[in-house]
Structure formats: structure tokens, C-alpha cells
């Protein structure tokens, strides 16, 4: 992140932008397209979250030109944008409200939805449509980026009034270089996974065949929200670490700096840090930090016993939302959900992993078995599936030990959350999940809980299957056993009898 | 065993399992193992017999619930065959009883034969009763000739049979000696075993059983159950019994079959062996004895060799020094020597090969 924020001062945003889209998430047409929508939901979700209620969003993706050109449009319930912020938020790179911002949540990377602007604006050539109501101000235009001064650029402007009860924002843009696709890396089934991550949103897709996916609510409460908590100096890497730096106003030391923007840096740790990292003058201006001074910093950090930061700063998703959320979208017959304490990886980050597993019923009505769904923190990870140590640990499992025996032809959807306030991704594209030994080992654990589970669900499913062969099997012998039986006892009239007792003992001892 | 006690012995196990079922049991049958582990040597008795291990069998068990059904179909079917006074093979029990459980299903109560004999025999030992009192006859073999006069009560008629008045074919000893069969008349001296046939026609036809005074048979080859129990009953007569036999492996277990009864037949203990049964001969002594017979022997084949070896690592047969002695010999030598061969000098010697053993008491135990 280092590098996007220098960059803004050598390049103009687009080219720096045309440079850097890979790690913007633009790279690909299917996956440019994605990300998109990716960026509109994560706002609409998180400003619904801030807003405490309960998020209604519909999305729609027509087709321009097929594999060439798509119109998106998300339209949200939430509390809509002032005209005075309205171009700041879409319309400037990295000016988000959440960067800098150290609160667990999906994007943190702030490229947001002024990227998609400019994506617009580079595909294009069109500036895209704003409609936001707040607080009883209707406001319509046009939105675009001077690339030179960064600055949006807010055109054809419509002001009206509206109800205070009408709120929310509606965008809407054509994007060229993008491909919509059913599969797995789509636009559905990011809005599919997303609805189950956010079991307290109602998620509405209007797909370009002109299908309506409909994901309603499945719980009242809304998620708690992520509270802003300083930064763990074992959660930080040399880029955040001058980021923070930059933005750090009003400090003449770095050594006050790290005291005050970090959590558990008290005067006694800043010492240690000054014997184990002579070369690093803490006592100059935080401004004058170089990258070379914050790796050797983030060196030092990690050498440094500290006490950990505090665990409730980590927000999983819960495991009854997970459930509910499970049967509404997926309709199988066996649910099971994780809810397992918060862990501590690197020394001291903490994390939560959530596991949720879905077995039979309406799962692979499509044919395909074995689904690993990711999530960082609610945010669903479609991309670089490969790469990331949660299909890689799920891959690991040896499912045929819970009854699985063919992962990938059974009906079975699992789901992993990994939420902390420092997700370790594997790149700034943001879609995979680097192979932590705490977190791997952390993971593993709560997929193997939850197969555990569909195991003793599975077995007894196969003990009722054998008991009833079972039960058939003996059954099928009582009528001539009865008989002879009563002939062999000289008892001939309590055949009956006999064949009565024998099927209700077998009916009871097998059922 | 008297008919009414086999059926009352029967309706006894019906009554049982019936009982079980009324008190929701599931209905239960117990019967001593028949596997190796489970047979002895009794050296007080001198017969192998089954040890005490038992297996209880369920109906309410899914892995025995089938042979259950049989077990009882059997019982019932015999119970039956004994009420109507009527006999069968154990394949005609087999086709009695080998028909559909029912018209939707593709089982039927017996598949195979090999399924039913098992079941015979489970309810030998379990019920004490041999397989001859629930009416199932076997093949016959085995011929006798001698002093005995035998009243045979059969499909409703009582026929007397003189055992003495056979001529060249004598009397072929029927499948069941114990039910209606009564014997009358029995003036031997002693029984002579003839493993061959045609020893036996030698003998018969130098009217050596007459000269000699006693009672001639042949199981031709392996016993019998039938000839098995005449000799046991003739035996309990307190009439001495001789075996002559081949000088081979085979010759001489068909002796030790008939003393002390085999593994396979192990449940049927007391009632088919003779443990006070002799061995004349032949022996490999004798080809030393009589000169005539070395020219005579055959070579031993592998197989007999084999054969001799696992009879000595019997502890039945290894307790006795003499038959260790001979065994060890076939081992050596790797000869053998056919009793037809004693006809080699003359014809007629064979009766004086037997009358000179027993005269000089020339037997192995």
C-alpha cells in the first residue's frame, strides 16, 4: 500500500492506476467485474453496519456487449452521502473513510468505490451516475475524476427533496474489458457468498439472463460492530507501518508516535526497541521514516515479547447466524457450525476462525460436490483459490475419516471465516489467505470439529440404513421359522402367536 | 435310541425356543463347536471326542438369523419324517426342504446341500441323537458274512436275515444297524476287519469265518457309519475285533478310524469307535517276517510319506511306541505293501497269516 500511496505523488492516477490494476483487483474480465461489485457491496454493507440497520441491497448486471462491456448498478437502503462528501467518496482515490482505519473489515484496502469510478472512466470514457438520498435531500448527477488534480468531478447535479424515509445510494456504470460468468468466480456467486456471510442483509441479484436471485434476511440481529482499535505492533508490516507514519499528525518523535497509534508500546517496550534496533533514531520525525527504517522496525517488533492485543476487537460472524444462513441459502440437510475462542497467531494477532459445513439435502443439485467457500472477515474470496491456505487446508483433511468419502462428489458446502483486524493475505489483491502456521493449525482443528460432526451424522444415517437391511433381512425368515417353530414344538395353533412375538422384537430391537 | 425319545427330544427343543419367544427372548440354540480347537484325544477312553467349548446361536442375530430358520426347518422336518415312519438321504432332505421363503422373494430356505449336512450335524451333538435316529439314512457300505442271525424291522414288515447264509455276496450292512434291527443270534469268536474287498472274497471263499468262528466284514475301504456302529455293537458283545489292512498310511488310518474315530467325525465321540479294536497287520515287520514279501512291496509315494508323518505328530497314535516304530519304517524305507500281496506264495496263506497273529497274539494296539 505503500507503493499506491507513494505512487499518486510521481504518476497521474490513471496511469498509476492502468500500472497497478492487477493488485487492484482489475485483473481479468471476470474478475474486474467481480471486484466491481465487490467494492459496491463492501460499501453499501459497511454503511448500513455504521448506520446500524439492516442492509437491502439490489444489483443489477445487464449486458452491453457480451464479454466486452457491462452496465452494474447497486442500489442500497443505507443512510445515502451528503453532496459536500459525495464526490470525495467516489470520486477520489484513497479517501475512504475506512483507511487508515484500524477496524476489522472486508476491504481495508480503500481503493473502494472511486476505483471503479475511474475504471469506468478508463474503459469508457463515462463518468458514472450517482442518485443518493440523505436525510431528506434527493441528489443526482454524474460523477467523474480529473486525473491530473485527483479531484471528482460532479456534473449534470439534480437536487430535490425526498422523504426522510427514502435514503440510500443507487450507482450505476458501464465498464468495459469485463465478462460475466455463471461459474464459481462470477457475480452470483460472490453475491450468494456474501449473503451467507452477511446473514442480516437481504441480497437481491438481477442477473444479465435476466434471472432474479432473491437471498433474504435469515436473522433480526445485526452483527456487533467492529470497534476502531489501534494497531498490535506484531500486525503491521513496513508498508503499514510508513502509511501510518504519513498520516500521523502532530507527533515531533516516532518514539511518541509508536506510543500513542499502537496499542501495547508502552515507554519501557520503546527502550527495548531503541537496544534492538540501534540503527533506527527514534526520536526523529515520523515524517522522515524510510522504508528501510520500517523493515527494520518490523524486525525489531517481532523480537519484542508484548502483550497481546485485545481479543474482542475480533468480530466473527457467529455460529447461529451461520447456521441460519446455511439452511436459507443452501437448503441441505445437516448443518453444523464452529464457535471456537479467538487464537493468537504471529505472537500476537488475534483471529478467529468460524467453520460452517453443509451436507446433502439441495447441495449439489448442480452435480458438483464438495464446495470450500472463503471468507476474510464476511468479505467472500473467489479468486487465487489455489494459493490459499484455507483450500489448501481444507484439501488436507481427510474427509473419508468423517464419511466422506469422495470430497469432491458429495454433497457437502463447507464454509471458513477467518476473521481478525489483520487478515494475513498472501498479496494485496486481497483473495488468498498466506499459510500462518497458528492459523493453518486453527483451521484444520475447526474443519476437523466440524467433520467430526458429519460424521457421527453420517454414521448414524449408515447404522439406520443397515439396521432396516437389517431388520429386512430378519424379517423376511419370521414367517417360516414361526411355523416350524410351532409344528416343532407340537404348539401348532400358536404360529400366530409366535410370528407376532418374533416381528415385534425384531421391530424393536432394530428400529 | 427309541424313536418316541428322538421325537420327544426334539419337541423338547421346539418347546424351548417357543418358550423364549413368549417370554420375548429371542429364541436361542446352543451347541459344542465342531472346529479342530474344539477336539480332544481322550487317552482314559481312547476315542477322540469334542471338548466343552459351545456356541450359542441366535435368532435375533442378522449374521445367524438365516442358519437359525434352517436349523429349526430341519429339526421340525426329520420330527416329521419320524412321525411318518419314513427314511431319507440327506440329499432327499435337502430337496424336501429346498423351496422359496416366499413368492416375492428370491431366497429360498436351502440353496445348497453343503448348507443343510452342516445343519445335521450341528443337531447330532447338540441334540446327542445321531443322524441315523432322526431317519436320514447314508450310502450303505460294507459287507459281513459269519454266525449271526439279524431281525430287521422294516417299512412294516420283520424279516429275519441269517448272516451265515449269504453265500459269495454276503449281507450288505445297511445304513442304520440300531433302529429296528435287533440281533438275535451272534456266535463269533472274534470279528475280523478286511480293509479290501477282495480279501474279504478270498476269506469268504475259503469259508474262513466257518473254520474259525468268526464274524467276516469288509467296510471296503473307509468305514462306514454303518459298518462303524455293527462293529461297535458287536464289540459291546464283548466279541474281540481285528483289523487287517494294507501296510500303508491309508491302510492303517483306516484302522485308527475305526478305533478311535477321525477329527471330522470327532461329535460322534463313543457310539462310532472301537477303542478296544486290534491291529493284525499288515505291518512292515511282516515283510521282514515272511521273506516272500520283500520281493512284493511297492515304492511309497510322497504322498504316503506325508501321510505317515502327520499320523506320527497324532498324540493318539504317537502314545503307542510299536506304531511310531512302524511309521518311522515307511518313512525310511519308503516301501509299501498291499494285503492282497500275502496271496502272493499262495492263495490260501492269507488265512494263515491271521490265524498264526492272533494265535501268537502278534497285534499292534
Known amino acids: ?511 | 435310541m427309541g424313536e418316541k425319545e428322538t421325537i420327544e427330544k426334539l419337541e423338547g427343543l421346539g418347546r424351548k425356543m417357543v418358550g423364549q419367544v413368549k417370554e420375548k427372548k429371542s429364541p436361542t440354540f446352543e451347541t459344542p463347536l465342531r472346529s479342530r480347537g474344539n477336539i480332544e484325544y481322550d487317552n482314559a477312553v481312547g476315542f477322540l471326542r469334542l471338548g466343552d467349548k459351545r456356541e450359542e446361536r441366535r435368532f435375533l442375530n442378522v449374521a445367524q438369523a438365516r442358519t437359525f430358520m434352517q436349523t429349526v426347518a430341519v429339526a421340525n422336518k426329520t420330527k416329521k419324517f419320524l412321525i411318518e415312519d419314513l427314511h431319507t438321504s440327506i440329499r432327499g432332505l435337502y430337496y424336501q426342504l429346498k423351496f422359496s421363503l416366499g413368492e416375492n422373494l428370491d431366497e429360498s430356505l436351502f440353496e445348497e446341500q453343503t448348507e443343510s449336512n452342516a445343519l445335521i450335524e450341528d443337531l447330532e451333538v447338540a441334540m446327542g441323537i445321531k443322524r441315523e435316529d432322526l431317519h436320514l439314512t447314508t450310502d450303505r457300505k460294507g459287507v459281513v458274512a459269519g454266525n449271526m442271525i439279524v431281525k430287521d424291522n422294516f417299512a412294516g414288515e420283520e424279516i429275519t436275515i441269517n448272516c451265515a447264509k449269504q453265500g459269495r455276496s454276503g449281507w450288505m450292512i445297511p445304513s442304520d444297524v440300531d433302529n429296528g434291527m435287533e440281533f438275535v443270534d451272534v456266535k463269533a469268536d472274534y470279528v475280523l476287519v478286511v480293509e479290501k474287498d477282495a480279501l474279504w472274497q478270498r476269506l469268504n471263499e475259503d469259508k474262513f469265518w466257518k473254520k474259525d468262528n468268526c464274524i467276516l466284514i469288509t467296510p471296503k475301504g473307509q468305514a462306514s457309519r454303518g459298518t462303524r456302529r455293527l462293529i461297535r455293537r458287536l464289540a459291546d458283545k464283548g466279541i474281540p475285533v481285528y483289523v487287517f489292512t494294507d501296510c500303508d498310511a491309508w491302510g492303517w488310518y483306516i484302522y485308527w478310524t475305526i478305533k478311535t474315530g477321525s477329527m471330522n467325525l470327532a461329535y460322534l465321540g463313543r457310539d462310532f469307535s472301537i477303542p478296544e479294536a486290534r491291529f493284525l497287520g499288515v505291518t512292515m515287520a511282516d515283510i521282514e517276517k515272511f521273506g516272500f514279501l520283500k520281493k512284493l512291496t511297492i515304492k511309497a509315494k510322497p504322498i504316503d510319506i506325508k501321510r505317515a508323518e502327520e499320523m506320527m505328530s497324532y498324540p493318539w497314535i504317537s502314545a503307542h511306541p510299536e506304531w511310531v516304530k512302524e511309521l518311522k519304517k515307511v518313512v525310511k524305507e519308503k516301501r509299501k505293501i498291499e494285503q492282497d500281496a500275502l496271496q502272493g506264495k499262495k492263495l490260501t496263506f492269507v488265512g494263515e497269516y491271521i490265524r498264526k497273529k492272533i494265535n501268537n497274539k502278534e497285534w499292534l494296539p
Not at chain 1, 503491521?236 to 506510543?259: C, E, F, H, P, W
Not at chain 1, 443452501?330 to 453443509?358: D, H, Q
Request: hydrophobic fraction near 35%; aromatic fraction near 8%.
Open chain 1, 1 to 511: 500500500m505503500a507503493d499506491i500511496f507513494g505512487g499518486f505523488k510521481e504518476y497521474s492516477v490513471a496511469e498509476f492506476f492502468k500500472k497497478n490494476r492487477q493488485m487492484l483487483g482489475f485483473s481479468g474480465k471476470v474478475r474486474s467485474l467481480t471486484t466491481i461489485v465487490h467494492e459496491y457491496v463492501t460499501n453499501s454493507l459497511d454503511a448500513a453496519g455504521e448506520a446500524r440497520m439492516h442492509p437491502e441491497l439490489e444489483v443489477w448486471v445487464e449486458e452491453v456487449e457480451k464479454n466486452e462491456r457491462y452496465k452494474v448498478r447497486v442500489k442500497d437502503n443505507g443512510p445515502g452521502i451528503p453532496e459536500n462528501i459525495l464526490g470525495k467518496a467516489l470520486g477520489m482515490m484513497l479517501a475512504g473513510t475506512k483507511f487508515h482505519r484500524y477496524v476489522q473489515q472486508r476491504g481495508q484496502q480503500g481503493i473502494g468505490a472511486a476505483g471503479c469510478t475511474m475504471y469506468s472512466l478508463i474503459s469508457t470514457g463515462q463518468p458514472i451516475s450517482v442518485v443518493s438520498r440523505h436525510k431528506g435531500k434527493k441528489v443526482s448527477c454524474k460523477l467523474g475524476i480529473d486525473f491530473k488534480k485527483n479531484k471528482p468531478v460532479l456534473t449534470d447535479v439534480v437536487r430535490e427533496d425526498c422523504g426522510p424515509e427514502e435514503h440510500g445510494l443507487d450507482v450505476e456504470g458501464v465498464f468495459a474489458d469485463t465478462k460475466y460468468e455463471k461459474g464459481g468466480y462470477g457475480v452470483g456467486e460472490y453475491l450468494k457468498r456474501t449473503a451467507i456471510a452477511n446473514p442480516h442483509a437481504t441480497i437481491i441479484f438481477n442477473s444479465p439472463e435476466g434471472d432474479r436471485f432473491v437471498y433474504p434476511k435469515s436473522v433480526e440481529r445485526l452483527p456487533e460492530k467492529a470497534e476502531e482499535v489501534k494497531p498490535h505492533p506484531l500486525g503491521v508490516g513496513a508498508n503499514d507501518l510508513l502509511d501510518i507514519a504519513k498520516a500521523a499528525k502532530g507527533y515531533t518523535r516516532l518514539s511518541a508516535m509508536l506510543q500513542n497509534e499502537f496499542t501495547r508500546v508502552s515507554l519501557n517496550k520503546v527502550k527495548e526497541l531503541r537496544d534492538l534496533v540501534p540503527d533506527v533514531n527514534l526520536d526523529m520525525s515520523p515524517s522522515r521514516l524510510t522504508w528501510d527504517d520500517a523493515e527494520k522496525l518490523v524486525v525489531g517488533f517481532r523480537k519484542v515479547k508484548w502483550i497481546a492485543p485485545a481479543t474482542d476487537s475480533v468480530i466473527p460472524i457467529g455460529k447461529e447466524q451461520i447456521e441460519k444462513s446455511l439452511v436459507n441459502i443452501l437448503n441441505p440437510e445437516l448443518v453444523y457450525v464452529t464457535s471456537r475462542p479467538p487464537k493468537i497467531y504471529r505472537g500476537g494477532i488475534p483471529f478467529v476462525v468460524e467453520v460452517g459445513i453443509a451436507y446433502g439435502g439441495d447441495i449439489n443439485k448442480e452435480g458438483k460436490g464438495g464446495v470450500v467457500m472463503r471468507f476474510a472477515n464476511r468479505a467472500p474470496l473467489l479468486f487465487d483459490a489455489g494459493g490459499c491456505a484455507i483450500t489448501q487446508t481444507a484439501k488436507s483433511v481427510e474427509w473419508k475419516r468423517y464419511e466422506i468419502k469422495k470430497f469432491d462428489e458429495e454433497p457437502v458446502a463447507i464454509l471458513v471465516n477467518l476473521a481478525s483486524v489483520h487478515v494475513p493475505y498472501t498479496s494485496a489483491g486481497k483473495q488468498s489467505v498466506s499459510s500462518e502456521d497458528d492459523v493453518v493449525e486453527e483451521i484444520k482443528n475447526a474443519l476437523m470439529e466440524a467433520g467430526r460432526h458429519v460424521q457421527k451424522h453420517l454414521s448414524g444415517k449408515r447404522r439406520e440404513r443397515e439396521k432396516s437391511t437389517k431388520k429386512k433381512a430378519i424379517l423376511r425368515y419370521v414367517g417360516q421359522i414361526s411355523g416350524d417353530l410351532a409344528e416343532l414344538a407340537g404348539e401348532e395353533k400358536s404360529k400366530k402367536e409366535i410370528e407376532a412375538e418374533l416381528q415385534k422384537m425384531i421391530s424393536e430391537r432394530f428400529e
